[in-house]
């Protein structure tokens, strides 16, 4: 599927499409006050969104051992046409976000790291349409894609870049409005003074930005879109979706140049995530009838398979 195409795939099944959450036990965990949960240290598991058919019903979400392994749900498919889709893991607490429509309605919602405590973090009074929420890198705040106000087209809505505090989802403020309808999907810097997004209309490139709405900088031209960007921890490189020769995972200076192709899929490759010591590069490998979850070196050694499935499950979204 084309990368373009792809991005627009996803955004109409953020809207109505099922989905799921899942939980690990990790033999390595964080200390935890009195009374609270134990969550399993970051970068022992990958945290992902799962179906157990790969054309989109039954979405979850789940999570596998670092190094793959057994797959474990953490909050399983409910019946109907609930999505969740797109986690992302707080730093420090371990608390994960992610897309869903449970309700009829776009937004984000948020469990603990072992998949209890189900509610939403989107609050009616904010942005409409939440997606793609990313903690920045000390859990504090988070950036995310909704609806502008007083857009209601359903056939060209217009989207924008926003950040709240992770304690107030109802202080969010915009970034920018040069949000792209397809692979909008923010990451933050490291040092969490910036942004890269998907920006642009039919054909999304991506983009970086300053938390205040500056320094507006175009870091890729693909001729057929780019979208799905991670920032490695170390602040040096950027991993994202390409359609520049086909759909796969490219790897480049944080700055746009040195631009390389990293993993390739038999269908396609996307959604990077680099673990939390730069070593792996977590992204989907979409094969004929289903997809897996792999992982790879950023110098583009050491790939190998993190979820193995034998029917017609598709895993994506990989988080750390």
């Known amino acids: 599927m084309a990368r373009s195409t792809r991005q627009v795939f996803l955004l109409l099944l953020a809207v109505v499409a099922p989905a799921l959450v899942t939980t690990l036990a990790a033999t390595t965990l964080t200390a935890a006050p009195a009374g609270a949960v134990e969550c399993p240290a970051r970068g022992t598991r990958v945290v992902f969104a799962r179906s157990m058919d790969a054309f989109g019903s039954g979405w979850g979400i789940a999570a596998v051992p670092e190094g793959g392994g057994e797959v474990t749900w953490l909050l399983p498919p409910p019946k109907g046409n609930t999505y969740n889709f797109r986690p992302s893991v707080s730093p420090n607490a371990g608390t994960i976000l992610w897309d869903s429509n449970q309700g009829g309605r776009q937004r984000i919602r948020t469990i603990g790291c072992d998949g209890t405590g189900a509610k939403d973090w989107s609050v009616r009074s904010g942005p409409k349409d939440s997606m793609g929420a990313a903690f920045s890198p ?151 009838g289903h997809s897996e979850l792999w992982r790879i070196n950023p110098d583009g050694s050491g790939d190998h398979a993190l979820t193995t499935t034998t029917g017609k499950e598709a895993n994506e979204a990989p988080a750390y």
């Open 138 to 288: 000390d859990g504090t705040q988070v950036a995310f894609v909704a609806r502008m106000p007083g857009n209601t087209s359903k056939t060209q809505p217009k989207y924008g870049l926003y950040v709240a505090p992770f304690a107030q989802p109802g202080k969010a403020r915009l970034v920018t409005k040069q949000v792209a309808a397809g692979g909008m999907h923010p990451a933050w810097s490291p040092d969490g003074a910036k942004l890269v997004f998907g920006a642009g209309a039919s054909i999304p490139h991506l983009a970086v930005v300053n938390l205040d709405g500056s320094g507006y900088t175009e870091l890729t031209k693909s001729k057929n879109g780019d979208g799905e960007p991670a920032w490695s921890p170390d602040g040096t490189q950027i991993a994202y979706n390409s359609s520049a020769e086909g759909d796969e995972v490219w790897i480049m200076n944080a700055d746009g140049t040195g631009a390389r192709k990293l993993a390739t899929g038999e269908v396609s490759a996307y959604q990077p995530a680099f673990s939390p010591s730069g070593e792996w590069v977590a992204y989907v490998k979409n094969s004929l």
